[in-house]
């Protein structure tokens, strides 16, 4: 039996405006650092046996803070990258609803199937990070594991590993940046433990307005 701990990175000075960031390589803001080294506090407490994280800056930077803490050097993997937003990259929520109003809706509906112009779908997502999940549970079948990864990323993981339609992954799952979600892995099976665990944020209070639409 192994434990993996997938954190969502820090936030960033677009999460806070409440702009989509896909692929884009913005920085933690100050509030990002401080919510990564609560994290890395949190971590600590285990022993770790692996650290992992998607190669872009902002989780790059949380998983440092976090390899600091925990003794252990984090290695990226490119399938960790978050949804690639296309056209609406550093973009509004409201600024991609007013310019093109029916395709924002049909993405809404259904953003499993359903991708923002010249960008990716949840399906597309879901697709290469499977393969990674994979891996893990054959590479470590006992111990603790943290990967540190994306909003997008975290949110469709946790609808395939409980079944839930990954179309419905905005409305079911929250994920607050240097939020934790815990798995257990048994004979290369996956179930949640615990999802968007902010115990250790609490210092910091609740998140600034407009983070929940950034990535």
Not at 3 to 27: I, K, Q, S
Not at 43 to 58: C, N
Not at 197 to 214: F, Y
Request: neutral net charge; aromatic residues 8%; glycine residues 8%.
């Amino acid at each position: 039996m192994a434990f993996f701990y997938f954190a969502r990175h820090g936030e960033t000075t677009w999460n806070a405006l409440g702009r989509w960031c896909g692929r884009t390589d913005v920085p933690l803001s100050d509030v990002g650092r401080r919510q990564a080294q609560l994290l890395a506090q949190r971590l600590k407490q285990i022993s770790v046996d692996a650290l992992y994280s998607s190669p872009l800056g902002r989780a790059m930077e949380t998983a440092g803070i976090v390899g600091k803490a925990v003794g252990r050097e984090p290695v990226a993997d490119d399938r960790l990258v978050e949804l690639n937003y296309g056209n609406w990259e550093g973009r509004t929520y409201e600024e991609t609803r007013r310019d093109a109003p029916d395709v924002y809706a049909a993405w809404e509906r259904n953003p499993a199937s359903v991708a923002p112009p010249e960008g990716e779908s949840g399906e597309q997502l879901i697709a290469r990070v499977t393969p990674f999940l994979t891996v893990m549970a054959q590479k470590h079948p006992s111990g603790n594991v943290v990967v540190v990864c994306h909003r997008t990323v975290n949110r469709l993981i946790a609808c395939h590993i409980m079944g839930a339609p990954l179309a419905e992954y905005r409305q079911r799952i929250p994920m607050d940046n240097a939020a934790l979600n815990i798995f257990e892995t048994r004979e290369g099976k996956w179930q949640v433990v615990k999802l968007n665990d902010t115990s250790h944020l609490a210092e910091l209070g609740s998140e600034p307005p407009g983070a929940t639409a950034g990535q």
